[in-house]
């Protein structure tokens, strides 16, 4: 089975590039249309609103205010129990919001403290803007009544990113008729349409968690899509010229590194003090565009990110939680734009822009010594982005960052020598979209780049020195409702390198074009580039209760996009077909509930199917919050093409598996959850499962305690060991490939405690300890390519547990070879605690304590209470970092 990806990619362009079906301006996504007529009036104020949450200034009764609300919740389209006014006021500056929430029992009002945009529990108002008026992207602010504040971005006509923040106030106040809201929203932290007469969009939301009362201006169906493009129009905003704002961060840290000594090694010999200075710049380009700069960035508040023992050949992924790289980051998203859904079922999606590249861990492989000194992360020289509009309908986006040459240095035997551990590298993103009328289809594109400049020739045999993927991405709505639409993108990739570096991309576990009986993919040496193309596309029933979702794409082997986004493999064709049922009228005891199911296939470009099946899921919410999910899936016999990491394919023999998940009413001070899934192949006598409960204690409305332990099980009948070179073993290609039983055991767990002392002021603290023991046993080499069939070692005969030593054939011709020892038990306690005060807005201090500890031995058994004794004496990192930054408005 041979596809050709010139030909699928064409025809993808081209889908797109027909014209878009027509549809009326007023109508909004699913064919619901904005109430006629509906606008909130918003009156022009001489002389600055104080933000205090009382609402005593004569200019909030001139003005004329709003208290028409729907509830989507619990009954959608029912009148609120309690009414609710908002009026809206500006000057040349800024964006005044007041709001009276109405309480028949103002005892009652859940106003709980949590530190800024930490979701809780409480009642709380959001406003949403989309001051460019173009029906798909905008803000919400949004105040509970306790005071805490939430800011984010709107983006794809009511997805929502929390990562952006912006400098503005708020201030909230319970009283004896329920409770009040202001918000003074600066123009400068928002891009905006300006002139004489000025349209936006504007909706209001507000929320009653004892009732589970969700009331807003105007609601988006629980059976459609769209919901920016449903805002009701702000109108009254004349003569607005925003000023062009500059606004510098500057920040000053210092760190101290209490490192667990090792006699001998000089780089662990006590204490290290090491203070740093850098800053932001954030600065409108004209009235539509933000530049975003920074110079030796510090991400030292950071989170620390969790432990995991990873035994596949998949790089394990994290999230990106540096704020520089997070705020604005759906500006870069590419390939999912458009549809409301998107399901997957073993798509290996890549993630085209993976920030966490910038700034990673220095890649070169050091020279063997017995102590060295290596950076934990490259140093960002410095970074830019620009983000915004262009024109009326084209978003664009444009980031790049410099990062430095790092060294380590080596100590042993004779002086320390030092070697270059990661090259000097620039890093490029340009992302743009164009939105043709009303949303009605969209065109996109991406470019990346990644040079880099080698010193040291070693480096040259391990990096790309250069990189760049072109993507097109978009979407297309087949009717003037908007209830169908085709989404999807096409790419292609290139990497270049010398032809060391270049044999050992074509070997890795994205591509293995090593494989013996692979027939599309062949392993070139000496080549010094390579290329590849992706399509992917979802049809998608956006709205109504009857739900259907299908897709089809390919992954040509070649394609590569690692060096700046993140890719786990190629050589893919994947098909599915989905659709589903879901009931929104609540009963007496239910709210909503759905059924999906879907059928799915993958296949390598050999035309071997490697993945296969039919899966389902039913997903029930209670009236009194409570919701339950389960499902199941059927996988029937296919091929494996990874399991020998490069060798010859064996197969997958039929398994199942079952899931399942619990939660209660998030609301009340005990929230608790339940997540469990099981996948088990009979035939082979493995399976895998895990358990997760958690709870979540809200003892006082201002601490959050938060527990989830989990508990992991895996069973592999066919564990990847090593592959050991021997001309006699034919049957595969002249090499044997070891596997085993592998049983591993892992236990970990969740802690974080939220204690927030005022609106402003909050400590966070997170621990995560990890223990994990596998036990490999009955090994084993695979007997013939696309077969379960294995040859096994018995103990005692061709296996030597003792050694690891390994004769194939006992007293036969093949030469014995040794395997180690693979057991172990890996301990791991990391944890950190954050003191955060914004001492004035936008202006914030920090005190961090970073603490990490791991051990590991060569035992398998997995016993709790040791393991837990000893990870208590283990040897531990400690990190201490004060940083203060400083707002500085222009």
Same mark, same amino acid.
């Given at each position: 089975?041979?596809?050709?990806?010139?030909?699928?990619?064409?025809?993808?362009?081209?889908?797109?590039?027909?014209?878009?079906?027509?549809?009326?301006?007023?109508?909004?996504?699913?064919?619901?249309?904005?109430?006629?007529?509906?606008?909130?009036?918003?009156?022009?104020?001489?002389?600055?609103?104080?933000?205090?949450?009382?609402?005593?200034?004569?200019?909030?009764?001139?003005?004329?205010?709003?208290?028409?609300?729907?509830?989507?919740?619990?009954?959608?389209?029912?009148?609120?129990?309690?009414?609710?006014?908002?009026?809206?006021?500006?000057?040349?500056?800024?964006?005044?919001?007041?709001?009276?929430?109405?309480?028949?029992?103002?005892?009652?009002?859940?106003?709980?403290?949590?530190?800024?945009?930490?979701?809780?529990?409480?009642?709380?108002?959001?406003?949403?803007?989309?001051?460019?008026?173009?029906?798909?992207?905008?803000?919400?602010?949004?105040?509970?009544?306790?005071?805490?504040?939430?800011?984010?971005?709107?983006?794809?006509?009511?997805?929502?990113?929390?990562?952006?923040?912006?400098?503005?106030?708020?201030?909230?106040?319970?009283?004896?008729?329920?409770?009040?809201?202001?918000?003074?929203?600066?123009?400068?932290?928002?891009?905006?349409?300006?002139?004489?007469?000025?349209?936006?969009?504007?909706?209001?939301?507000?929320?009653?968690?004892?009732?589970?009362?969700?009331?807003?201006?105007?609601?988006?169906?629980?059976?459609?899509?769209?919901?920016?493009?449903r805002f009701p129009e702000l109108v009254g905003i004349e003569d607005l010229h925003p000023k062009r704002s500059i606004e510098v961060l500057p920040y000053f840290t210092t760190k101290?590194?209490?490192?667990?000594?090792?006699?001998?090694?000089?780089?662990?010999?006590?204490?290290?003090?090491?203070?740093?200075?850098?800053?932001?710049?954030?600065?409108?380009?004209?009235?539509?565009?933000?530049?975003?700069?920074?110079?030796?960035?510090?991400?030292?508040?950071?989170?620390?990110?969790?432990?995991?023992?990873?035994?596949?050949?998949?790089?394990?992924?994290?999230?990106?939680?540096?704020?520089?790289?997070?705020?604005?980051?759906?500006?870069?998203?590419?390939?999912?734009?458009?549809?409301?859904?998107?399901?997957?079922?073993?798509?290996?999606?890549?993630?085209?822009?993976?920030?966490?590249?910038?700034?990673? &861990?220095?890649?070169?492989? *050091? =020279? /063997?010594? !017995?102590?060295?000194?290596?950076?934990? %992360?490259?140093?960002? @020289?410095?970074?830019?982005?620009?983000?915004?509009?262009?024109?009326?309908?084209?978003?664009?986006?444009?980031?790049?960052?410099?990062?430095?040459?790092?060294?380590?240095?080596?100590?042993?035997?004779?002086?320390?020598?030092?070697?270059?551990?990661?090259?000097?590298?620039?890093?490029?993103?340009?992302?743009?979209?164009?939105?043709?009328?009303?949303?009605?289809?969209?065109?996109?594109?991406?470019?990346?780049?990644?040079?880099?400049?080698?010193?040291?020739? &070693?480096?040259?045999?391990? *990096? =790309? /020195?250069? !990189?760049?993927?072109?993507?097109?991405? %978009?979407?297309?709505? @087949?009717?003037?409702?908007?209830?169908?639409?085709?989404?999807?993108?096409?790419?292609?990739?290139?990497?270049?390198?010398?032809?060391?570096?270049?044999?050992?991309?074509?070997?890795?576990?994205?591509?293995?074009?090593?494989?013996?009986?692979?027939?599309?993919?062949?392993?070139?040496?000496?080549?010094?580039?390579?290329?590849?193309?992706?399509?992917?596309?979802?049809?998608?029933?956006?709205?109504?209760?009857?739900?259907?979702?299908?897709?089809?794409?390919?992954?040509?082997?070649?394609?590569?996009?690692?060096?700046?986004?993140?890719?786990?493999?190629?050589?893919?064709?994947?098909?599915?077909?989905?659709?589903?049922?879901?009931?929104?009228?609540?009963?007496?005891?239910?709210?909503?509930?759905?059924?999906?199911?879907?059928?799915?296939?993958?296949?390598?470009?050999?035309?071997?199917?490697?993945?296969?099946?039919?899966?389902?899921?039913?997903?029930?919410?209670?009236?009194?919050?409570?919701?339950?999910?389960?499902?199941?899936?059927?996988?029937?016999?296919?091929?494996?093409?990874?399991?020998?990491?490069?060798?010859?394919?064996?197969?997958?023999?039929?398994?199942?598996?079952?899931?399942?998940?619990?939660?209660?009413?998030?609301?009340?001070?005990?929230?608790?959850?339940?997540?469990?899934?099981?996948?088990?192949?009979?035939?082979?006598?493995?399976?895998?499962?895990?358990?997760?409960?958690?709870?979540?204690?809200?003892?006082?409305?201002?601490?959050?305690?938060?527990?989830?332990?989990?508990?992991?099980?895996?069973?592999?009948?066919?564990?990847?060991?090593?592959?050991?070179?021997?001309?006699?073993?034919?049957?595969?290609?002249?090499?044997?490939?070891?596997?085993?039983?592998?049983?591993?055991?892992?236990?970990?767990?969740?802690?974080?405690?939220?204690?927030?002392?005022?609106?402003?002021?909050?400590?966070?603290?997170?621990?995560?300890?990890?223990?994990?023991?596998?036990?490999?046993?009955?090994?084993?080499?695979?007997?013939?390519?696309?077969?379960?069939?294995?040859?096994?070692?018995?103990?005692?005969?061709?296996?030597?547990?003792?050694?690891?030593?390994?004769?194939?054939?006992?007293?036969?011709?093949?030469?014995?070879?040794?395997?180690?020892?693979?057991?172990?038990?890996?301990?791991?306690?990391?944890?950190?605690?954050?003191?955060?005060?914004?001492?004035?807005?936008?202006?914030?201090?920090?005190?961090?304590?970073?603490?990490?500890?791991?051990?590991?031995?060569?035992?398998?058994?997995?016993?709790?209470?040791?393991?837990?004794?000893?990870?208590?004496?283990?040897?531990?990192?400690?990190?201490?970092?004060?940083?203060?930054?400083?707002?500085?408005?222009?």
């Amino acid at each position: 089975m041979r596809f050709s990806a010139k030909v699928l990619l064409a025809l993808a362009l081209s889908s797109l590039a027909r014209n878009p079906a027509r549809a009326a301006d007023q109508t909004a996504a699913s064919g619901a249309p904005r109430p006629a007529g509906l606008a909130v009036h918003a009156m022009r104020v001489t002389k600055p609103i104080e933000v205090d949450g009382i609402l005593s200034e004569p200019e909030w009764s001139e003005a004329v205010p709003e208290t028409t609300f729907y509830d989507s919740d619990p009954y959608e389209g029912s009148h609120p129990s309690q009414r609710t006014e908002i009026r809206v006021l500006y000057d040349g500056s800024s964006l005044y919001i007041g709001a009276r929430m109405f309480d028949t029992r103002p005892d009652s009002v859940i106003a709980r403290l949590t530190r800024r945009d930490v979701s809780i529990a409480s009642d709380g108002l959001t406003v949403y803007l989309d001051p460019m008026h173009d029906r798909r992207s905008g803000y919400y602010f949004k105040i509970n009544a306790a005071g805490t504040l939430y800011d984010g971005t709107l983006y794809n006509d009511g997805w929502q990113d929390d990562s952006w923040d912006a400098v503005w106030s708020g201030r909230a106040r319970v009283d004896s008729l329920g409770w009040t809201a202001e918000m003074r929203i600066p123009l400068s932290q928002i891009r905006c349409q300006g002139g004489t007469h000025c349209v936006w969009g504007i909706n209001f939301h507000r929320t009653i968690p004892r009732r589970s009362e969700d009331s807003y201006l105007v609601y988006q169906p629980k059976n459609g899509s769209g919901f920016v493009s449903r805002f009701p129009e702000l109108v009254g905003i004349e003569d607005l010229h925003p000023k062009r704002s500059i606004e510098v961060l500057p920040y000053f840290t210092t760190k101290a590194s209490y490192l667990y000594e090792v006699p001998g090694d000089p780089f662990r010999s006590g204490a290290e003090y090491k203070p740093a200075t850098g800053g932001d710049l954030r600065m409108a380009v004209g009235r539509k565009l933000t530049l975003n700069a920074t110079v030796n960035p510090d991400f030292g508040q950071v989170e620390v990110d969790p432990a995991v023992v990873n035994l596949s050949d998949v790089e394990s992924y994290f999230s990106e939680k540096r704020p520089f790289f997070v705020e604005g980051s759906q500006t870069f998203d590419f390939g999912q734009q458009g549809a409301n859904d998107y399901w997957g079922f073993n798509w290996p999606q890549p993630t085209f822009f993976y920030s966490r590249r910038i700034g990673r &861990a220095p890649q070169g492989t *050091l =020279a /063997d010594s !017995s102590y060295v000194d290596v950076p934990v %992360g490259t140093t960002i @020289l410095g970074a830019a982005k620009l983000i915004g509009k262009a024109g009326s309908s084209w978003n664009v986006g444009a980031l790049s960052a410099l990062t430095g040459k790092e060294t380590a240095t080596l100590a042993g035997i004779g002086p320390p020598v030092e070697q270059e551990a990661e090259p000097l590298s620039y890093y490029g993103v340009g992302r743009a979209q164009k939105e043709f009328k009303n949303r009605q289809a969209g065109l996109g594109f991406l470019l990346t780049n990644v040079a880099r400049s080698f010193d040291d020739p &070693a480096l040259e045999n391990q *990096l =790309a /020195d250069r !990189s760049w993927t072109l993507g097109q991405d %978009g979407w297309i709505f @087949l009717d003037s409702k908007q209830k169908w639409v085709i989404s999807g993108y096409a790419a292609a990739s290139y990497v270049h390198g010398n032809t060391v570096f270049m044999d050992s991309l074509q070997q890795s576990s994205r591509h293995y074009f090593q494989r013996p009986d692979a027939d599309e993919v062949r392993f070139h040496p000496g080549e010094t580039k390579m290329s590849g193309t992706t399509m992917r596309y979802w049809l998608n029933k956006q709205s109504g209760n009857v739900l259907f979702n299908s897709a089809l794409g390919y992954m040509s082997p070649g394609f590569d996009v690692n060096d700046i986004g993140f890719h786990t493999r190629s050589d893919v064709i994947n098909i599915h077909v989905g659709s589903g049922y879901k009931w929104t009228k609540p009963t007496h005891r239910v709210k909503n509930r759905d059924f999906l199911g879907a059928l799915f296939a993958a296949y390598d470009f050999d035309g071997n199917p490697t993945w296969a099946g039919a899966w389902a899921r039913y997903t029930i919410e209670m009236l009194n919050a409570n919701s339950i999910q389960f499902g199941l899936a059927a996988n029937p016999q296919t091929v494996n093409p990874r399991r020998t990491r490069g060798g010859p394919t064996s197969l997958n023999l039929p398994g199942y598996e079952v899931f399942g998940h619990f939660d209660s009413d998030s609301k009340k001070k005990l929230f608790y959850y339940f997540d469990t899934d099981a996948y088990v192949t009979p035939e082979a006598k493995s399976h895998n499962w895990f358990v997760t409960p958690g709870v979540d204690w809200k003892p006082m409305s201002r601490l959050l305690l938060s527990f989830s332990p989990s508990y992991e099980y895996v069973r592999e009948n066919a564990q990847y060991v090593t592959t050991v070179d021997d001309p006699l073993m034919t049957a595969t290609y002249g090499k044997r490939y070891v596997l085993a039983t592998l049983d591993q055991r892992t236990l970990s767990a969740s802690f974080r405690v939220n204690w927030s002392f005022t609106p402003t002021v909050s400590l966070q603290m997170y621990v995560q300890p990890l223990i994990s023991s596998a036990d490999y046993d009955d090994y084993k080499e695979l007997a013939r390519p696309h077969s379960y069939d294995f040859n096994h070692y018995r103990n005692g005969i061709e296996y030597n547990p003792a050694t690891g030593e390994v004769d194939p054939d006992g007293p036969g011709p093949a030469a014995p070879f040794n395997i180690g020892q693979q057991d172990f038990t890996f301990r791991s306690l990391r944890g950190n605690a954050v003191f955060r005060w914004e001492y004035r807005p936008g202006s914030t201090f920090y005190l961090v304590w970073t603490q990490v500890r791991q051990d590991s031995n060569g035992e398998s058994n997995f016993s709790l209470g040791p393991s837990i004794s000893e990870m208590a004496r283990d040897r531990a990192d400690n990190i201490f970092l004060a940083k203060v930054t400083y707002y500085l408005g222009f």
